[in-house]
């Protein structure tokens, strides 16, 4: 069975900091993996779209990495801010055209 | 401006009531899909459909009706709700063709059954 899994589930940190979001996705054989912003009360929206040829994307301070081996992907953002906390969401697309989304990592960036 | 749009953006209603959340895109994209988030489970997808005419179940379609009769809309029928459907959902949409399939979301609806 597909499964994507981000941890942690929540995350504070001081303003500046560079930090690392985590998704972790069962089989390997994906067509693609999505990073998304949520914020409260409102509805996704894309930051960056990997496909499975890809090794990484960037996007300003984003920068999004993939792993099908060991069936990670990661979400750097550097000098973080606070207009950067929000909930992130990552979505593996597998054969089927189904979306998988994990249940998000809530970030709080501390002025 | 490019969008998906949903409506309404809150509903309350009572168990049995049929009701109808719309979904309409206007960048012609394919493929269209809907979504329910609920703490601690995440966004499910519940149907979702490739093009006009063309749907699939999802990982959570019962009690849940949808139909693709335009490419642009893709409304999400409740026939009888039950309390369990409360939930924030959402109506998303992409092209298929690969590198292009980035999902664009719509605001959201957030239903109550009472």
């Known amino acids: 069975k597909q499964e994507v899994t981000q941890i942690p589930a929540a995350l504070s940190v001081p303003e500046g900091e560079n930090l690392v979001l985590n998704c972790s996705f069962t089989d390997s054989a994906i067509y693609n993996l999505q990073w998304f912003r949520q914020d409260p009360g409102k509805g996704l929206t894309s930051l960056l779209l990997?496909?499975?040829?890809?090794r990484e994307q960037t996007s300003g301070r984003l920068n999004a990495s993939l792993d099908k081996s060991s069936g990670r992907s990661t979400l750097y953002i550097a000098a973080s801010q606070p207009g950067d906390s929000a909930t992130y969401l990552c979505?593996?697309?597998?054969?089927?055209?189904?979306?998988?989304f994990g249940t998000g990592t809530s970030l709080t960036v501390i002025p | 401006e490019a969008q998906v749009t949903q409506n309404p953006r809150y509903l309350i209603t009572v168990t049995g009531k049929k009701l109808t959340v719309t979904c309409s895109q206007n960048?012609?994209?394919?493929?269209m899909s809907w979504y329910r988030q609920d703490p601690g489970l995440g966004l499910r997808q519940i149907y979702y459909?490739?093009?006009?005419?063309?749907?699939d179940k999802g990982d959570v379609p019962e009690g849940y009706k949808v139909s693709r009769k335009e490419k642009r809309n893709f409304p999400l029928i409740l026939e009888s709700p039950s309390p369990n459907q409360t939930s924030l959902y959402f109506c998303?949409?992409?092209?298929?063709?690969?590198?292009?399939?980035?999902?664009?979301f719509g605001a959201g609806s957030r239903l109550t059954v009472l």
């Open positions: 459909s490739m093009n006009v005419e063309v749907t």
């Open positions: 990997i496909q499975s040829s890809q």
């Open positions: 998303a949409s992409s092209f298929l063709s690969s590198g292009a399939n980035v999902l664009t």
């Open positions: 979505a593996v697309m597998w054969a089927g055209n189904q979306f998988y």
């Open positions: 960048m012609n994209h394919e493929y």
